[in-house]
């Protein structure tokens, strides 16, 4: 009997041991903070991940993070001119079933009105820091009820110079995005037949493939896009993605040095959107991620608990 009690007793201890082991490692690494099985580390071809089931989006100036190291306590953000403190006190992490595909967290643009052009945005770079000439960024995307598109950039790429590359934008208050590229300067609108508007109280899963001509002057680089309507949860999403356009013909190598440094999560409108925006499930890889499996809300791990220290 005593054994018994015993042996119940370490059961105990190590099960606790081991949930809090889960817990540490979720959010271990400022490159890799997902429970979706593609982000255990496991894969190289992930540069990124982010589900933000820790509950917040802590952000810190781009700068002062770097001189600091204070992207270790920040997942790996960084924050723009625009950044401000969230008003609700939850560092814009919005919690209690609000995520994507069945999953707790998400996080916000807070927000806005016409009278500011810009809400929460922030900047993340890839694994290690690396450049790459090929990328496919995935990520979940909500207009909030009452959200209304100005002229806004909603995903940019930088190249190596932090220099914006190419930008998935709202063009002019439409709700079809589209890619406004630098090199050249050109708008490419969604091409393959099947346009897809972005409507409000729905979640969208979204993929964008960038790839770098072969060299300066080559027109072998392009652009794929991928958006599907994943329903009010979220969970909508079952199949392998709709591809929405494709440029597969552009000279958008402007020297031989030229490569993808960072993506910046941005909500900036030259004609100012009113309203709120949410994201959740950010993957970049140098492969297709596609949507969340339906099983992916399962795998989710717990929320970290508030007195271990690990921030």
């Not at 009820?145 to 790429?157: L, N, Y």
């Not at 356009?245 to 552009?250: D, G, H, I, S, V």
């Amino acid at each position: 009997m005593q054994r018994n009690r015993v042996e119940n007793v370490l059961k105990a201890i190590f099960a606790m041991s081991f949930s809090l082991a889960l817990d540490r490692a979720a959010w271990a690494d400022m490159y890799l903070n997902s429970a979706e099985p593609l982000c255990s580390g496991d894969d190289p071809t992930v540069l990124m991940c982010d589900d933000f089931e820790d509950g917040d989006w802590v952000i810190k100036n781009c700068d002062q993070a770097n001189s600091s190291g204070g992207l270790a306590q920040t997942d790996g953000w960084c924050g723009t001119i625009y950044w401000r403190p969230d008003p609700q006190g939850t560092n814009f992490g919005r919690c209690g079933g609000l995520g994507a595909a069945g999953t707790d967290c998400a996080i916000t643009s807070d927000v806005r009105t016409t009278a500011t052009n810009g809400g929460q945005m922030g900047l993340h770079a890839f694994k290690n820091d690396s450049t790459q000439t090929d990328i496919y960024l995935r990520w979940y995307h909500y207009l909030m009820p009452g959200f209304q598109p100005g002229h806004e950039k909603v995903m940019m790429i930088h190249d190596q110079s932090r220099g914006q590359h190419h930008t998935l934008f709202f063009p002019f208050g439409s709700r079809e995005m589209d890619i406004q590229t630098v090199y050249p300067d050109a708008r490419l609108a969604q091409n393959q037949g099947n346009g897809i508007s972005l409507q409000n109280g729905r979640w969208y899963y979204i993929e964008m493939h960038s790839w770098l001509a072969s060299c300066v002057g080559c027109a072998d680089g392009g652009y794929e896009l991928w958006i599907d309507d994943c329903g009010a949860s979220g969970t909508g999403c079952t199949g392998p993605g709709t591809m929405r356009l494709r440029y597969a013909n552009q000279a958008n190598r402007p020297s031989a040095q030229t490569a993808f440094l960072e993506m910046w999560l941005e909500n900036w409108a030259n004609t100012p959107s009113s309203g709120e925006e949410r994201y959740d499930q950010f993957v970049i890889a140098t492969r297709r991620v596609g949507p969340m499996s339906p099983k992916a809300a399962d795998v989710v791990a717990p929320g970290r608990p508030g007195n271990l220290g690990l921030r």
